[in-house]
């Protein structure tokens, strides 16, 4: 089936032919639709802590972080803002010579309260030799757009959303998602030597510009917040694509017989956090950012579930510590299950009939994994995962992140299920990623292979099938051990298009 250019290209990429038949095999076979026990909810999967409990569980976080602290934010940023600007692509290529609909309206009604404006005022000028209100006055929408948009202006439709003016800040300055990320790490994740471990996953071609902001940015950052930056990078690995083929699952060729392999979305990203070598790992969407006088709540809601998760790891390793002394009593093992149950969301039926040995065993494997506590929001109909409770392949249910598209929309009872949920995952995840023992998980090993996806794309007009792997909070993380605790709404503002800049959060 191959040939060598076949060979040597994966070779280049790092990828065994065996990889690639597994995934011609998925092609066929597809993904399997995951059962649901129920969609997660308050007192079902769901943690609401009350006053007391948030403070103590800040308390925690700012004592652990006084300690021994390993602490890093992991920041995926390596997506282009591509479709951030569908809207305004649409503009363009439609060849409009004016705005229609709300969402043009909106933009060119409000484009001078984007961070970005001054920037692309001056790109109007250098370009057209007209600024901004007299391109519009002259009917010249698509130029300004341009402007924004293309190569030969600002480029906003081919750059990282990371790397985008987002907000406008003090003395007149302006903040990408990068630094606000920077200040956020200095706010809740710098350890008791004022070092705050930051690591990006970029896109190559971007590399150079997330360099050249942070070697311009920190410094004086450093200053502003009392830290020391430990900045890192890293990109996605060429060994993580995926082939992409035919609609009828052989491979795709382009004109020169040349296979096609595709970025396997951000489940490839397990690669970059395995690499990662601290105990707690924060993680949220590079967009999902305010300017500094309305983080307050961010910050407090990060600082609380990383105290849950300390209280949490804290005690699972003194179980664990008891399962590997031996002759655990009945009544403790009891008490261990239904800590299993209770705090952990476990629900296996066969386990409260096991003898102690059996018991003991099957309590080691549960707590021996690894640790994440994700806020969830209450549902306001953004589009996106959910918190569920979910089958895993030994019978057990626990918590999972799953997107729509894993679900049967032919079982009735599970799509009640989905409209029935009351909460959102906004991606705001704290991890603890070493076992009890303090020695580093291989997380490839908790993945549940069965959870990616199959997409329709498009390329030179041809349809072709592309592979998704396990999303990386969503079936990259199937097997480690979940709790969801509700955060407030307040926490999540996301910018999914252009005119979310608009909203009060962003402005």
């Known amino acids: 089936m191959w ?6 290209l994966m070779a280049a990429k790092g990828i065994t032919e065996s990889v690639i038949e597994a995934q011609l095999k998925r092609f066929e076979t597809g993904f399997p639709w995951l059962k649901l026990e129920a969609a997660a909810t308050v007192g079902k999967g769901i943690m609401r802590l009350d006053t007391k409990q948030q403070t103590q569980c800040i308390k925690l976080w700012k004592e652990y972080q006084g300690g021994g602290a390993s602490i890093e934010k992991f920041q995926p940023a390596s997506g282009a803002a591509s479709r951030m600007f569908k809207n305004l692509f649409a503009f363009i290529n439609e060849g409009k010579s004016t705005p229609d609909t709300d969402f043009e309206k909106q933009f060119f009604d409000s484009v001078t309260q984007f961070a970005f404006f001054p920037q692309l005022n001056k790109t109007c000028v250098t370009l057209y030799q007209k600024n901004v209100a007299e391109l519009v006055e002259a009917g010249r929408y698509a130029d300004v757009l341009k402007a924004l948009l293309m190569p030969e202006g600002m480029n906003y439709g081919a750059l990282p959303k990371g790397l985008l003016k987002f907000h406008r800040a003090a003395a007149g300055t302006v903040h990408t998602p990068l630094e606000e990320h920077l200040e956020e790490g200095a706010q809740y994740a710098a350890d008791a030597n004022r070092r705050v471990r930051i690591h990006f996953t970029v896109s190559p071609e971007h590399r150079s510009g997330f360099e050249r902001l942070i070697k311009a940015k920190v410094p004086l950052m450093e200053k502003v917040w009392g830290v020391k930056y430990d900045i890192t990078l890293s990109e996605q690995k060429a060994s993580t694509d995926t082939i992409a083929v035919n609609m009828d699952n052989t491979p795709y060729r382009d004109a020169n017989g040349n296979l096609l392999f595709r970025p396997a979305g951000h489940g490839a990203l397990l690669e970059n956090l395995n690499e990662r070598d601290a105990d707690v790992v924060f993680i949220k969407n590079v967009d999902n950012v305010v300017p500094l006088r309305l983080r307050s709540v961010s910050t407090r809601y990060k600082k609380m579930i990383g105290g849950y998760l300390i209280q949490v790891q804290r005690q699972l390793k003194k179980y664990l510590e008891a399962l590997d002394k031996g002759n655990v009593k009945s009544g403790e093992l009891k008490a261990m299950l239904r800590y299993a149950q209770q705090t952990l969301c476990i629900i296996d039926k066969a386990a409260e009939s096991m003898d102690d040995d059996a018991l003991a065993a099957w309590l080691r494997d549960k707590f021996n994994r690894p640790i994440r506590v994700c806020g969830v929001v209450p549902n306001e109909g953004e589009p996106g995962g959910g918190p569920y409770l979910a089958y895993n392949a030994d019978g057990s249910a626990s918590p999972q992140i799953l997107e729509s598209a894993q679900i049967n929309p032919d079982d009735e009872a599970a799509v009640e299920m989905m409209r029935s949920g009351t909460h959102f995952n906004p991606v705001d995840l704290v991890c603890y990623i070493k076992d009890y023992k303090g020695i580093k998980f291989d997380l490839r090993k908790f993945v549940d292979d069965n959870t990616g996806f199959i997409s329709v794309k498009s390329k030179d007009g041809v349809d072709i099938k592309a592979l ?21 709404i307040d926490t999540f503002n996301p910018v999914k298009t252009v005119n979310d800049l608009l909203r009060k959060a962003h402005q």
């Open 3 to 8: 040939n060598e250019n076949d060979k040597k």
């Open 468 to 488: 998704e792997l396990p999303g990386l909070w969503n079936g990259s993380m199937s097997n480690w051990n979940t709790i969801f605790v509700e955060v407030p």
